[in-house]
C-alpha cells in the first residue's frame, strides 16, 4: 500500500519546474564601516530584460554611494552596489517591494563588522525585517535548523530518493540502517563541501543525483521481477553511496546562503539536523499515509503498487538527467 501512496506522491510532484529548487531572490549587505554597505542583489530573471518586479527598499536617508551595475548569468540578474545609511542599519526595517506581486521569497543576509551574521526569509505576509543587534547561539540554531528543513522538503529530487528507498527497503530494522546510512553519507560531504575541503561543480553533482534516482527505481523494478541485486538486498549500501552526492547538493543550497564566521560549526550542524528532521518527517508522512490506505482501501494489484509508481520515478528522473546534462553548456 506504501507503493500506491507512493504513485501519487510522483504524479503530483512530477511537473516541469526544475528539481531541487531552492532559489529564492538573494539580499546580501555586508557591512564596511559604522554607516555603509556593500549591496548585492540577486533577483530570477528570464533573459537580460525580463526579472521579476522585486527591488529591496531601504530605511529613509539611504545614499547610493556607488550605482549599481547588474550583470545576468544562470536565470538571475545580480546587481552590486554600495549605500550609505546614518546611524548604520541596526534597529531599522529593511523591506522589499514588489513581493504581492510574486510567489518568489527573499533570502537576506546580513553581515556585520564584527564577522556575526543575520540570517532572514522574506515573504509577501513578511515582506520586511529589523536588522538587530548580534545574534547568539539560540538564534543560529533556530536560523539554520529552519533552512535545513525548508531545503529538504523543497528538494524534490532529494525526496523522491529517499521515497525511492522506501520502496525498496523491506523491514522497519532495515529501513532505519537505510535512512542512518543515507544520513551520515549525505552529512560527511556536506560539512567537508561547506567548509572548503571539497570543491565540486554544481551541475554535475545535480545530474548524478538524478542517476542516483534512476538506479533505485531500476532496482525496485529488478527486485520485483524477481531478480534481487545487491542494492536490494542491502540498500544502506547504496543509500550510502549515493547519499555522499546528496550531501553536495546540499552544499550547494547552504552556499546560497552561507554561514555566519563566528558560527560556523554551530550552522552547519544545525542545518544537517534540520535537513535530517526534515527527511524523518516525509518519510513518516508516507508511513501514516500508507497505514491509512491499507485500513481504507486493502489489497491493491502489484502493477499499481510497484511497477508504475517505479517507472514515474524512473521517468522523471531521466527526465531531470537530461535537463541537467544539457545544462552543463548553457551555463
Do not use: C
Amino acid at each position: 500500500m506504501l507503493r500506491t501512496l507512493l504513485f501519487l506522491l510522483v504524479a503530483l510532484l512530477a511537473t516541469p519546474a526544475a528539481a531541487d529548487e531552492f532559489r529564492p531572490a538573494y539580499l546580501q549587505l555586508t557591512q564596511r564601516d559604522a554607516t555603509s554597505y556593500d549591496v548585492l542583489w540577486k533577483v530570477p530573471a528570464l533573459d537580460e530584460e525580463t526579472t521579476l518586479k522585486l527591488r529591496p527598499v531601504f530605511p529613509p536617508g539611504t545614499k547610493e554611494v556607488t550605482p549599481p551595475r547588474g550583470a545576468y548569468a544562470n536565470g538571475a540578474s545580480v546587481f552590486r552596489w554600495r549605500i550609505a545609511a546614518p546611524g548604520g542599519l541596526e534597529g531599522k526595517t529593511i523591506a522589499m517591494e514588489g513581493m504581492s506581486l510574486t510567489r518568489t521569497d527573499v533570502l537576506v543576509r546580513l553581515a556585520r563588522l564584527d564577522g556575526t551574521e543575520q540570517i532572514e526569509r522574506l515573504n509577501p505576509t513578511e515582506p520586511g525585517f529589523i536588522a538587530v543587534p548580534s545574534p547568539g547561539p539560540w538564534e543560529v540554531m533556530i536560523t539554520y535548523t529552519w533552512l535545513g528543513i525548508e531545503h529538504i522538503l523543497l528538494g524534490i529530487d532529494h525526496l523522491l530518493f529517499v521515497a525511492a528507498l522506501v520502496m525498496l527497503v523491506r523491514g522497519t530494522r532495515q529501513l532505519l540502517v537505510t535512512i542512518t546510512a543515507f544520513t551520515i553519507a549525505h552529512s560527511i560531504t556536506l560539512a567537508l563541501a561547506t567548509l572548503g575541503v571539497l570543491d565540486v561543480p554544481g551541475p554535475p553533482v545535480e545530474a548524478v543525483i538524478a542517476l542516483s534516482i534512476m538506479f533505485v527505481a531500476v532496482e525496485i523494478l529488478r527486485r520485483h521481477q524477481g531478480h534481487p541485486s545487491l542494492a536490494s538486498q542491502k540498500p544502506w549500501l547504496v543509500a550510502f553511496s549515493f547519499g555522499l552526492l546528496h550531501g553536495l547538493g546540499f552544499a550547494g543550497a547552504l552556499a546560497e546562503v552561507g554561514l555566519p564566521e563566528n558560527s560556523i560549526p554551530l550552522a552547519l550542524l544545525f542545518f544537517n539536523i534540520g535537513v535530517e528532521i526534515g527527511q524523518l518527517l516525509f518519510v513518516a508522512v508516507l508511513l501514516a499515509g500508507a497505514a491509512l490506505v491499507r485500513r481504507f482501501v486493502g489489497t491493491v494489484d502489484a502493477r499499481v503498487a510497484i511497477v508504475l509508481p517505479a517507472y514515474a520515478i524512473g521517468g522523471l528522473a531521466s527526465f531531470w538527467l537530461v535537463e541537467r546534462v544539457f545544462a552543463f553548456w548553457s551555463a
